[in-house]
């Protein structure tokens, strides 16, 4: 090769050879970083979820035995239901509330700085909710559980932007992955904390809620030892020596020039541009494709049937003879399961790629939702039917684990920018929410009416889904945020292209 080329292809030679030297897995401060983040963000999420499902009748008998004390009266049975279902569902109310505030904070307090504040919710939970039986006021827990719910909007929404930007391009990913991660092991940890054994016995309620604020505590710990994300602060806050400072600790010292120029050609991307609002991302016509496509994601996540199987699991478990009192470890084995293909599936997300993932992810749970319907609605022919079924709710959870439940996050951060994730964030997250508290509502009279057969709706859900994602939605891996965006303008200019070829076409034809 002569020597002038040589050069000039240098500087890329150079930049191969440093990636080749990269191990299989991020480095020990990278996965500190992502426990730091994820042990007080995601994974009181999935805690807070699981966790109110072991002290139902505890909860519910305080309540009785309040209202009788106070009133000298006993309380209707359909209105210890609705306040125990307010109890349930204020959760989702207070994570819509994050979802609107989390991007925003995000903007003006950094990431890591509004992961760290987001803790104040979570210990003002545990207190209200710790405080509630001693008080005697029913009316704490659902304060405590509105916090609650606020925490896990503001944690959804910025910790997987904090992990996205931390990471480096090849490692997205499985960096990614950490959200889903701390969900499934913050949903297994509830529900091995709510065990008899542990902290499931009637006196033990009051303190079971409120170890909400262990993690938090933890992250308060921890999480000021790593620094903020180097994408915010070069870009956002222009803080040169900042973002060195923090790719070295994060990336090492032989790695952060690369990650540092590739941080900077997003910068130049976005020269003159602001963090976008909401509002203003539905406006931008070029970003409609990514957001329409995040949406339905988003969406899809709430309403594919992972709810409904969890619905299910009871019935299905005493059908199979397990007795009552172990359906609650068996319903463990289910949160050990989701918990192992969101492991495995950060092991496999950059060899496979996203598009692989979570399209094969709901390939399989549509044929799920079709052998389920089939094992239900035989369920009385014979005997093995009640373990087939079984076998059919493992396997859904295992294909959404393995897809949708950790690939979703991933994508919402790569197929947007520096100054218009936030935006993105806010908006997927109040989709997700409202789609959580919609089937939440709903679902009920789904069964009511559909009984087994409401599973075909979820299969149609899934298989749609599919479809789009296989036809329109890039693979993402190893791509930069630069590159990903140039795929969808790219695909944009083609769409306008052909439009006005069309009315040229239809033009001329008058």
């Known amino acids: 090769m002569p020597r002038k080329n040589t050069d000039e292809y240098a500087p890329l030679l150079i930049k191969d050879h440093g990636a080749k030297r990269r191990s299989k897995l991020p480095n020990g401060s990278l996965l500190m970083a992502m426990f730091a983040a994820g042990i007080g963000g995601t994974f009181q999420y999935g805690y807070n979820v699981s966790v109110i499902n072991a002290p139902t009748m505890f909860v519910q008998s305080f309540i009785n035995q309040t209202w009788q004390d106070r009133y000298q009266t006993e309380i209707s049975e359909k209105l210890v239901t609705f306040l125990w279902s307010v109890i349930v569902s204020v959760f989702t109310l207070g994570g819509l509330i994050g979802a609107l505030l989390g991007g925003t904070l995000s ?15 979570a210990l003002l939970a545990a207190m209200f909710m710790g405080l509630s039986y001693p008080a005697g006021s029913f009316e704490l827990i659902i304060v405590g ?39 499934t092991v913050g949903i297994l940890t509830g529900q091995i904390m709510g065990l008899k054994e542990v902290l499931g016995k009637e006196e033990y309620w009051p303190l079971l809620l409120s170890t909400t604020c262990i993690p938090a505590i933890v992250q308060l710990v921890i999480l000021p030892f790593f620094p903020e994300s180097p994408r915010y602060l070069l870009i956002d806050r222009g803080d040169d020596e900042g973002c060195k400072k923090a790719l070295k600790q994060l990336h090492g010292a032989s790695h952060c020039d690369v990650e540092k120029e590739d941080i900077e050609k997003e910068r130049n991307n976005l020269l003159g541009f602001k963090a976008k609002k909401p509002w203003e991302l539905f406006a931008d016509r070029s970003m409609r494709l990514q957001l329409l496509t995040v949406m339905l994601l988003n969406s899809a996540q709430q309403l594919n049937g992972i709810n409904a199987i969890y619905f299910y699991a009871g019935y299905v478990f005493t059908e199979a003879g397990i007795a009552a009192d172990k359906i609650l470890y068996v319903t463990v084995g289910t949160g050990a399961c989701e918990c192992l293909t969101a492991l495995t599936c950060g092991l496999l997300i950059e060899s496979l790629g996203r598009r692989v993932l ?108 599919a479809l789009y994602i296989f036809f329109v939605v890039p693979e993402t891996k190893n791509k930069s945020f630069v590159e990903i965006q140039n795929h969808f303008k790219s695909s944009s200019r083609k769409g306008q292209t052909a439009d006005s070829s069309g009315a040229t076409l239809l033009a001329s034809s008058f």
């Open 107 to 121: 903007v003006k307090m950094g990431r890591k700085g509004t992961l760290l504040t987001n803790n104040a919710f």
């Open 145 to 183: 559980r509105l916090l609650s719910g606020v925490h896990a909007g503001i944690s959804i929404c910025v910790q997987p932007l904090y992990l996205g930007e931390i990471a480096p391009t090849q490692y997205r990913g499985l960096m990614g992955m950490g959200t889903s991660i701390f969900i």
């Open 358 to 465: 979570i399209t094969g992810g709901y390939v399989l749970m549509s044929i799920c939702c079709i052998l389920f319907t089939l094992t239900l609605t035989f369920s009385n022919v014979s005997p093995v039917f009640p373990y087939l079924s079984m076998v059919c709710i493992f396997a859904f959870i295992l294909s959404f684990g393995l897809g949708p439940g950790g690939v979703t996050n991933i994508l919402t951060t790569e197929l947007f920018t520096q100054t218009t994730r936030p935006a993105a964030y806010m908006i997927t997250g109040s989709v997700n929410w409202t789609s959580f508290f919609f089937i939440s509502l709903v679902f009920p009279f789904i069964v009511i009416g559909l009984q087994q057969y409401c599973f075909l709706v979820f299969m149609v859900i899934c298989t749609s889904v």
